[in-house]
T-cell receptor, first 114, second 113 residues
Framework: KAGVTQTPRYLIKTRGQQVTLSCSPI?????VSWYQQTPGQGLQFLFE???????NKGNFPGRFSGRQFSNSRSEMNVSTLELGDSALYLC?????????????FGEGSRLTVL | GENVEQHPSTLSVQEGDSAVIKCTYS??????FPWYKQELGKGPQLIID?????GEKKDQRIAVTLNKTAKHFSLHITETQPEDSAVYFC????????????FGTGTRLKVLA
């Protein structure tokens, strides 16, 4: 059974640019959530999608957005990049829609903003 | 706001010794507490979880305890091995609110051979 796949794995951008990250969940999983991981801050929740609907949103500025497609694949976009956006962005999928299901994480997309 | 505090941030133990990581949560309505292990270059992976109707759960060398009154939960690893070296995250689920889990800031465990 294939795991969660994130692309690209690494990318470098400059301030002011925008970036799109992609996540393919495990087959049959309808919930996809995104987290930002930075040293010392742990995993910060960005948003969660279920059946193409954003169900939950974390405390991030509007420059961070996402969407989910009918096949459950998800993308997140960060516009007008800032140096502080440099981080590992993790995608996780789960079967359930409630907040007691196991999260299956991808290996992440490491974004560096110069 | 709601948060989960995790201590220590780094922990070094000799191979064969025990390791304990502690977390405190703020939302008394939280009812699910998973622990994730993240190895270098990989995403976090669930290693054990506990629900609020249980005080302790064990799986081989790993155990988790929960004190709902004090809003504390802990991860215990016995007979540590070099492959236990990783970053460990605790988390608590919110039964209401805008997001699924609140994660702790992580503990980097080093098992010294």
């Amino acid at each position: 059974k294939a795991g969660v796949t994130q692309t690209p794995r690494y990318l470098i951008k400059t301030r002011g640019q925008q970036v799109t990250l992609s996540c393919s969940p495990i087959s049959g999983h309808r919930s996809v959530s995104w987290y930002q991981q930075t040293p010392g801050q742990g995993l910060q929740f960005l948003f969660e999608y279920f059946s193409e609907t954003q169900r939950n949103k974390g405390n991030f500025p509007g420059r961070f957005s996402g969407r989910q497609f009918s096949n459950s694949r998800s993308e997140m976009n960060v516009s007008t990049l800032e140096l502080g956006d440099s981080a590992l962005y993790l995608c996780a999928s789960s079967r359930e829609a409630v907040n007691t299901g196991e999260l299956f994480f991808g290996e992440g997309s490491r974004l560096t903003v110069l | 706001g709601e948060n989960v505090e995790q201590h220590p941030s780094t922990l070094s133990v000799q191979e064969g010794d025990s390791a304990v990581i502690k977390c405190t949560y703020s939302d008394s309505a939280s009812n699910y507490f998973p622990w994730y292990k993240q190895e270098l270059g990989k995403g976090p992976q669930l290693i054990i979880d506990i629900r609020s109707n249980v005080g302790e759960k064990k799986d081989q060398r790993i155990a988790v305890t929960l004190n709902k009154t004090a809003k504390h939960f802990s991860l215990h690893i016995t007979e540590t091995q070099p492959e236990d070296s990783a970053v460990y995250f605790c988390a608590a689920s919110l039964t209401s609110g805008t997001y699924k889990y609140i994660f702790g800031t992580g503990t980097r465990l080093k098992v010294l051979a």
